[in-house]
C-alpha cells in the first residue's frame, strides 16, 4: 500500500514556464513533507519541505503548497530552467519518527 | 562540512553471495537510515540506526541486516543474494533522526547481482 503517490512518472515544460509536480498523500499522522531532487548517478538532495502546520512555503524559485483536507502537495518552480531537469521525490515523516516515506518521483525535463 | 559518504561505489555480486556496504554520517549526525532505491519503485526504506540502535526497520527480509558503530559510521549486510536485490543503496543522517529534520544522502551504491 504505498502512503505517498507521484501520478505523474514524467513531465516536460519548456525553459521559462511553470512546473507544478504533485504527490498525494494517504497516511494522517503524516505531518512534515519534504521534496528532494536527485540527478542520476547521485544522491537526493533536500529542495524544500513544508510542516503540516503551514499551508504554503516558499525558496526562491521553488514554493510548496499543502492541501491538507485534500491530503495533497504540489512543488512549483518559476521560473523553470534547464539544470532543473532532474527526478523529484515528495517525501513524507509524522512527528516523532524519523523515517522518509518517498513517493516512485516524476522526472522532469526543461527544454530551452 | 564532509557529507555522506558510502563506499564502495559500484559492486557487482553473484546469487547467493553476501555484500557489506558503508556509510559514514556526516559529523555530529547521529541517526543513520538506509534506502533502496529500484526503477519504478522510488526509494524503500530499510532501517535506521540511531546511538547504535535499530530504532526503525522496513518491510524488507531478515537477509537484510545493518549496524552502527560508536562513531555512527554504519554498514548493511545482505547475505544470499537474489537477482532482484539489485539496486541503489542510499544511505542518509541526519542530525537527530526526527521526523521534522530534513536527511542528508550519500552518492550511494550501485549493486548488480548476476
Known amino acids: 500500500d504505498q502512503q505517498v503517490k507521484q501520478n505523474s512518472p514524467s513531465l516536460s515544460v519548456q525553459e521559462g514556464r511553470i512546473s507544478i509536480l504533485n504527490c498525494d498523500y494517504t497516511?494522517?499522522?503524516?505531518?512534515?513533507f519534504l521534496w528532494y531532487k536527485k540527478y542520476p548517478a547521485e544522491g537526493p538532495t533536500f529542495l524544500i519541505s513544508?510542516?503540516?502546520?503551514?499551508d504554503k512555503n516558499e525558496d526562491g524559485r521553488f514554493t510548496v503548497f499543502l492541501n491538507k483536507s485534500a491530503k495533497h502537495l504540489s512543488l512549483h518552480i518559476v521560473p523553470s530552467q534547464p539544470g532543473d531537469s532532474a527526478v523529484y521525490f515528495c517525501?513524507?515523516?509524522?512527528?516523532?519518527?524519523?523515517?522518509?516515506?518517498f513517493g516512485k518521483g516524476t522526472m522532469l525535463l526543461v527544454s530551452p | 562540512k564532509a557529507g555522506v559518504t558510502q563506499t564502495p561505489r559500484y559492486l557487482i555480486k553473484t546469487r547467493g553471495q553476501q555484500v557489506t556496504l558503508s556509510c559514514s554520517p556526516i559529523?555530529?549526525?547521529?541517526?543513520v537510515s538506509w534506502y533502496q532505491q529500484t526503477p519504478g519503485q522510488g526509494l524503500q526504506f530499510l532501517f535506521e540506526?540511531?546511538?547504535?540502535?535499530?530504532?526503525n526497520k522496513g518491510n524488507f527480509p531478515g537477509r537484510f541486516s545493518g549496524r552502527q558503530f560508536s562513531n555512527s559510521r554504519s554498514e548493511m549486510n545482505v547475505s544470499t543474494l537474489e537477482l532482484g536485490d539489485s539496486a541503489l543503496y542510499l544511505c542518509?543522517?541526519?542530525?537527530?533522526?526526527?521526523?521534522?529534520?530534513?536527511?542528508?544522502f550519500g552518492p550511494g551504491t550501485r549493486l548488480t547481482v548476476l
Open positions: 542518509a543522517s541526519s542530525l537527530v533522526g526526527t521526523g521534522s529534520g530534513e536527511q542528508f
Open positions: 497516511n494522517s499522522m503524516f505531518d512534515y
Open positions: 513544508i510542516s503540516s502546520i503551514k
Open positions: 517525501a513524507a515523516s509524522a512527528s516523532g519518527y524519523s523515517t522518509l516515506t
Open positions: 559529523s555530529g549526525h547521529r541517526s
Open positions: 540506526y540511531f546511538s547504535e540502535t535499530q530504532r
